[in-house]
Every structure is written in C-alpha cells, then in structure tokens.
C-alpha cells in the first residue's frame, strides 16, 4: 500500500536524521552541500538537494566519474541525495599543494604519491591522468547529448585514491536539436567559451572542451589562463593570446549578438610567452 502524504513526510525526515552535519564543503547551483556522517555505521558522505527537474541529466551521468549516490530520499519535488565522500575538489587540491616545498623522499601527500606532486603546480604526469579522467567524462556526458556548462577546478571532485569526479550539474542541459537555444550566461567567467561571450545563443559541447583546456593549463602551471575581472576583459584576454577572431579565422562570428567591429585587433600569441613544458604546450593546443 503506498504511503500518505503525512507518513511519506515521516519516513523523509526519519531519514535525514540519520544524518549528522558536520560542516559545509560547498555550494553550487543547486544549492549547498554538507559533510555529513551515519549515525548507523559512521561513514562519512556528502549530502545535497536538488529539484525534480534536474533528475534526468544527474543520473544520466551516474557512473565511474559522477561521486557514487548511497541514497536517494525523496519528498514531493525536492530531492536529498546522498554521495560519495570525496577529500578534495580540484581548485583546493591546487591551492594546498602550490608552492608547497615537499621532501622528494615522503611517500605520499594528500593521499597521492609524492612523485605526482611537484611545487608550485601540478606535475605533467599528475595533469595528464587528471586530464584524461576528465576527457573520458566529457566523452561519456556528450555522447549521451548532456553537456555540463559550468566546468571549473572546484566542480571536480577527487578521492584519495586519485579518481577524479564530476560534481555540480546544475546548470547542465541535454541537446536534441540543432537549432535549438540556450542561455548564454553559463560558465564561470575564467573558464567561459568566447562563443558565450559573444552572446551565442546555440551551441554545442564544445563549450565544455573550453573549460576542459583552461583548467588543464591551470593544472600544469597553476596560474589562471584567462583571469578576466570583466566579461569584456575575460574576451580581450582570449584575443590577446589567439588573436582577434574575424570571419576568415571564425566563420560567422561577424553575426554573434555581441561582436562589435571595433574591438582591438590583437594579433595572437600563442602559449609563447607561458611557462610550460614543450610538450605541455603542444597538448594545450590542441585542446583549448
């Protein structure tokens, strides 16, 4: 027999109060997200909610690179979920250990093996395996037509073990139709496409791949690539290092809402200037 409302309502709070806070750990666009530990056995999990209408496009990338759901509690339209602890997201993970003199000869630190950890940044092999995580949950996410929109160090989540997760779907949207618009004003601005800068209104999941190379080179350097404080400082900055774009590098960019013909005419510089390892360079090409 299925439950009343009122005893659907108990059986709700009766499961959260399995649950005791233990402090905050972030917030994202679905709302905050705690700490938290069973009362049953001790573990700890995290703990957020969301609406019913980000359901669909949370679990359709629950798999090895979305934290694991533990429970599921349900009232009406609200949903807690229940996850994976993870000990870090990727923008404390970074801040933690740049600039951090370490001995060559510790065997681990923060979980991971020293020879993975470099000062000042991330070492290339650590940036490479964290990369690669990310492509493949990229790959997975775009081939099921969902694409994340809101890619930064502090929406991927790691374990101690060094797997990186995917977390904050929030903003993530599902695409069909190629004629089909979306808001422009997603992405945090350090990691935002140009295209959205320039007001597209269609787009696809390259937009994720944007991300994807500024917090690579984030990863390998541990230095921001485009730390605009404006949208139109974010733009010029992009332009300063790829050249302004024009219909014959950009076809159609001429036609984007906010293209304006009297924006400066950088020419572009590449990662010349950057201080990176050759190889490192040739990857970030490819990819941002």
Known sequence: MPFSGSLRLQAYWMNLRRYVKEKKIGSGTY?????????RDSLVYAIKKITLERVQSLFLVHWEYECRVHEIIHRNRQISIVYEYAEWDLKRFMEENNFKKTSEYSLSHAGLPMSLVTVGYLSLLLSQSFGRQLLNALHFCHQLKVFHRDLKPSNLLLTREGFLKLADFGLSRTYSMSNRTYCHEVVTLWYRA??????AKQYDESIDTWSFGCILYEMITGEVLFPGDSEIDELFLVFRMFGTPTEQTWKGVSKMPDYKEVFPKFKATGFQKCRIPPDAKIMLQVKV
């Not at 140009?194 to 007001?199: A, K, S, V």
């Open 194 to 199: 140009p295209e959205l800068m320039l007001g």
């Open 31 to 39: 709302g905050v997200v705690y700490k938290v530990r069973d009362k």
